[in-house]
């Protein structure tokens, strides 16, 4: 970790005034124009001066920060320190080449950074390092310099890499002051990728310069900006970005939060997202013929009474539209009602799919009975006509249990894919990203790991006669049914045969409160690439904290203790933002 005070290696240079780069072509033109020539010999020339890519740096914890010593960077510095990251600053042109990613936070004006990025055959390494598609984020002035030339203190060249000239803002556009200080909303588009987070929270903007979206730079622009008038405020291509406003600077009244932070840290870690709290309701009619929001323990839910009546504990439609008010990032429906045999007949699902989806804008899934059959008149409907229907009714994803056990086995023991199962066909028409599997272990304890032709694991709370091993056997039918797959088997086979999410349920853990059973989540999360949902066992806030610190589940969903207000949503990510767990707030 560098001292506290750093002296930027390029000081000296911010010093000067003379514009070299106003009369003088673009690093990145100069390489461009080079290529169009087919000029090689200065090309290899070129690339052995800066010595490109002998990597030194292949930790995934270095960021290369290129600061030229023209103003403050020290809130960059601090919150990549605090998002877990050290930094190596850029001493030489081979420094930018070798690095893995490279953030550029110019601040000052355009012509002496330029002037410096020329002096030092720095434009000319960033201009390749570009090209090359490696991970780039330029901050405000960072991003300016990418375009063709300034108005500032000019006309002053760039580095060429998008098309367009930065201009001063239009003081007498609706009597905006200038510069552009403080507070903004941004239009995102789509592909935006690393502000996938922002929505329509507000950043901070300080700048004087702005660049005019255009149909020469539009492939280019993933966000704009309204001041006066509309200007570009992130431009995105590949691994390249860059924002004009200050991520670090954009936290609000929080500033380790979801706004603050969620730009840097989506492109530090691509593969990092912000962790999903999911509530889920098990719907299904009772005794007289009601649709309610039910809950079990493990699996039955039925109240232990006289009565023996189906445990209601609210309406659906209602209670999704609280836990959306209440910060939930996904509703799951889970549809256990007596139509199983006829879903196209469901209408009352149905009915509530299309009513939650008028009010409630966060991803709706829904699951059961969602497979192949013949109805009592012998018409035969296809697992396509019953997700097309939920889909058309408001559902987001269709989740699928049993009959994607049922395929997963088959193609264990044939090797092949048929595309016939519900899992294949529903993926192939609309995409993997609408299918999740929902797998329904229980856990059983073994002596000895070759005891079963299963993966078997080292658990962390031994069975009751001391077995230190177990494997997670899948049911179908509502756990009524153990099958011969285990829960990695069955997780690695629903993957290759379609799957876009896993939602992990461990019956032994169902409405128990002690917490999720991370041995099994840990198991799947880190065996399979596609998202890992914890199910089951959630009773506080630190065992959401506690799946997520010490699985790779990408979200974890709770029933009872919301339905019962044991534990509110917004409690849950309260306590995950003071772990510096990242949430949608």
């Not at 153990?482 to 992990?504: D, Q």
């Amino acid at each position: 970790m560098e001292a506290a005070t750093v002296a930027a290696p390029f000081s000296s240079f911010v010093t000067s005034t003379q514009n070299s780069s106003s009369s003088s072509s673009s690093p990145c033109s100069l390489l461009l124009s080079r290529k169009k020539k087919n000029l090689g010999s200065v090309n290899l020339r070129f690339k052995s001066r800066l010595s490109v890519r002998a990597s030194s740096s292949t930790s995934d914890s270095v960021v290369t920060l290129l600061d030229y010593g023209a103003g403050n960077v020290r809130s960059i510095r601090n919150a990549l320190r605090h998002l877990g990251f050290s930094i190596k600053d850029v001493q030489t042109p081979g420094d930018i080449l070798n690095a893995d990613r490279l953030i550029f936070p110019g601040v000052g004006a355009f012509a002496p950074a330029m002037d410096v990025l020329n002096k030092t055959g720095m434009g000319e390494a960033l201009c390749t390092y570009i090209e090359n598609d490696r991970p780039f984020l330029g901050i405000c002035l960072g991003l300016q310099l990418l375009f063709d030339s300034s108005e500032e203190n000019g006309p002053v060249k760039g580095l060429g890499v998008i098309p367009g000239t930065i201009g001063r803002f239009d003081s007498s556009a609706g009597g905006i002051r200038v510069p552009h200080i403080g507070w903004n909303a941004l239009q995102v588009g789509n592909d935006s990728d690393i502000l996938d987070d922002v929505g329509n929270r507000h950043v901070y903007f300080v700048h004087s310069y702005r660049a005019i979206p255009s149909n020469e730079n539009k492939d280019w622009v993933s966000s704009t900006c309204h001041y006066g008038e509309s200007f570009i405020s992130s431009i995105r291509r590949g691994n390249v970005h860059a924002v004009q406003f200050h991520p670090e600077k954009s936290g609000g009244m929080m500033f380790y939060s979801k706004v603050g932070l969620s730009v840097l840290r989506r492109f530090l870690d691509p593969k990092s997202s912000s962790k999903q709290v999911i509530a889920c309701l098990d719907v299904r009619t009772n005794d007289k013929g009601d649709l309610v929001v039910t809950k079990g323990d493990q699996y039955d839910v039925r109240e232990q009474s006289n009565e023996n009546e189906v445990r209601n504990l609210g309406k659906p439609v209602d209670l999704a539209r609280q836990y959306y008010k209440d910060g939930a990032d996904e509703i799951s429906f889970l549809n256990i009602t007596g139509f199983r045999d006829f879903p196209l007949g469901d209408l009352p699902m149905i009915q509530v799919l299309r009513y939650t989806s008028e009010n409630v804008f966060v991803p709706l899934t829904v699951g059961g009975g969602i497979r192949d059959f013949t109805d009592a008149t012998g018409r035969y409907y296809s697992s396509l006509e019953v997700a097309a229907e939920y889909f058309r009714s408001g559902a987001d994803k269709i989740s699928i249990g049993s009959d994607a056990v049922y395929a997963a086995e088959e193609f264990i023991k044939s090797g092949a894919k048929t595309g016939k199962s519900s899992l294949e066909q529903i993926s192939r028409v609309y995409g993997n990203q609408a299918v999740v599997v929902s797998i329904d272990p229980r856990r059983v304890y073994v002596n000895d790991p070759d005891d079963v032709p299963y993966k078997v694991i080292r658990v962390t709370n031994p069975g009751p006669n001391g077995e230190e091993y177990a494997w997670y056997q899948c049911t179908v039918s509502g756990g009524r049914e153990g099958r011969p797959i285990g829960a990695y088997e069955l997780a690695k086979a629903v993957e290759e045969l379609g799957a876009g999410e896993i939602l992990l349920n461990c019956i032994d853990c169902d409405g128990q409160g002690k917490g999720f059973d991370t041995d099994l989540v840990k198991l799947i999360s880190d065996s399979v690439g596609i998202p890992v949902i914890a199910s089951s066992g959630a009773g506080t806030p630190e065992h959401f904290s506690e799946v997520f610190e010490t699985t790779n589940a990408s979200a974890a969903l709770a029933a009872g203790i919301f339905h019962r207000k044991e534990v509110p949503i917004q409690s849950v990510k309260e306590h995950l933002l003071e772990k510096s767990i990242e949430v949608r707030m």
